[in-house]
């Protein structure tokens, strides 16, 4: 008779905490993998990185085919998401150097970012990791306290870019106290899965941002050998030695120390689900996994798109995205259609049933008509890279996608190029010459993008590098 009475009096409790819920906005949980390539996962064709829960997610969710990040590489992209603009309305178009390298940053004073206007919804806000939006550390104008985040975990407090994975954490002097070898991912993750725990009954934001899997690569020496292992079985006995013997990136797609480094990402992810699920949040709760741009160089593995991060190829831009709002987005589900990392804001707005900001520009679209199985009222996307940090003249460009075609316009040479991505995702085929009316269409709605955006025009001298600002 007392055990009836306990499972009743628990029942009444978790009945109570699901109603509780169900009065609730929904929380809303923006997971991002930094560097992290189209090709990385296993439901995007890896058949050597293990990634269990994010398999899951996507069984529970919708897989994006044509997710796209707003430029090629972080801080842009980032500025994207926070402002629902393109980064040439930004001014933010690569990423940030450290502090007096850049005149550049995020502006509270310019802008209302995503947390911001979530926070005027009533959610309480939180971020655990990697900002880039602001690298002037010691007079931090640009950073997400001043950006009006209510929680700011773990976020870089030095320049990261060469990476900072093992206890004691250099970068990130918030870090105070931590484990013996502890790992950066996993202690992230355990920090989100904390700021879950205690706000549990409130509407919340939480923007888990990962630093890895950026180079420099490093993960858990247990792991890579795990990875090791299995690289000389698929490959011959001593393959993973000569290759990766004395560096961690190596001209290999299947790379054990980028494969160790998201084991970790993905064992986070499930940790997240686990820690939504043990307070009853799931049902109740949008959760998202993008990353900010293409994988890095050769290690990376891009699937069979081309080139990579810095570049407005598809290797650089086409990011794998997974969506998860139960009862809310379909389960098991793949979408093809072409979206944006600025979508994110209008998007996240619509779910908290708010307005976005009147006095700020929109350049995405909320994605809520595709959770309904309806079509999205848009017919372009625009990307542009000037470079004006890495000065790559052979990197400048701009591009614009519309239908299954998209033309880049490249700086150096005033080149232009038109792929067909429904039939050549690998961007192999250039169809300018043979298509010319085509080309010349997208050319002009691109340059009369360029204009409306005021995007910055690259400059380049007779040797080919771009002057300095």
């Not at 809303?28 to 890896?46: K, P």
């Not at 992209?77 to 309305?89: D, F």
């Not at 993750?189 to 690569?217: M, Q, W």
């Not at 067909?420 to 340059?447: H, Q, V």
Request: proline fraction near 5%; include cysteine; glycine fraction near 8%.
């Amino acid at each position: 008779m007392k055990d009836l009475k306990v499972a009743v009096l628990l029942l009444l409790i978790y009945t109570f905490q699901v109603s509780a819920q169900a009065k609730k906005k929904p929380n809303i949980v923006f997971i991002m993998a930094d560097d992290l390539g189209w090709g990385e996962l296993n439901t995007y064709g890896s058949t050597f990185n293990e990634t269990p829960n994010l398999n899951k997610l996507a069984s529970q969710g919708t897989r994006f085919t044509q997710a796209y990040a707003a430029a090629p590489n972080c801080s842009p992209t980032r500025a994207s998401i926070m402002t629902g603009q393109y980064p040439a309305r930004v001014g933010i178009t690569d990423f940030l150097p450290e502090g007096a390298d850049t005149k550049r940053w995020l502006d509270p004073a310019k802008f209302v970012t995503l947390n911001e206007a979530l926070a005027r919804a009533g959610y309480h806000t939180g971020i655990v990791g990697k900002w880039h939006l602001d690298t002037h550390y010691q007079n931090y104008r640009g950073g997400p306290k001043a950006h009006g985040f209510d929680e700011v975990i773990g976020s870089e407090t030095k320049y990261i870019a060469g990476g900072d994975y093992f206890f004691p954490y250099d970068k990130i002097s918030t870090f105070i106290k931590g484990s013996e070898n502890e790992y950066l991912t996993d202690r992230q993750c355990d920090e989100a899965a904390a700021f879950i725990d205690r706000n549990k009954n409130t509407p919340f934001f939480l923007y888990l941002s990962f630093y890895g899997v950026h180079s420099k690569l490093d993960a858990p020496a247990m792991l890579v050998n795990k990875y090791k292992r299995k690289f000389d079985v698929k490959y011959g006995a001593g393959q993973a030695e000569k290759i990766f013997g004395k560096k961690t990136e190596g001209p290999h797609k299947d790379n054990p120390y980028l494969a160790a480094m998201i084991e970790r990402i993905d064992a986070g992810v499930g940790q997240i689900m686990q820690t939504l699920d043990n307070n009853g949040l799931a049902e109740n709760t949008l959760l998202v996994f993008f990353s900010d741009n293409g994988g890095a160089g050769k290690s990376a593995n891009n699937g069979n798109l081309r080139e990579s991060k810095m570049w407005i190829y598809e290797g650089g831009i086409r990011e794998p995205l997974i969506m998860r709002w139960p009862g809310k987005i379909k389960g098991g589900a793949i979408e093809a259609t072409p979206v944006s990392s600025i979508d994110f804001y209008p998007t996240f707005l619509s779910v908290s049933t708010s307005e976005p900001p009147g006095d700020q520009v929109m350049d995405g679209i909320s994605l809520i008509p595709l959770f309904a199985g309806r079509k999205l009222v848009r017919d372009e996307l625009f990307w542009h890279y000037p470079s004006e940090t890495v000065k790559s003249a052979e990197k400048m460009a701009s591009a614009i996608r519309k239908g299954d075609f998209k033309l880049l316009e490249f700086y150096r040479d005033n080149r232009i190029e038109l792929y067909n991505l429904k039939t050549d995702p690998g961007e192999s085929n250039d169809l300018s010459k043979k298509l010319p009316e085509k080309a010349a269409e997208l050319k002009f709605l691109l340059e009369n993008w360029k204009a409306k955006v005021n995007a910055e025009k690259p400059v380049i001298t007779a040797t080919g590098i771009q002057k300095e600002e």
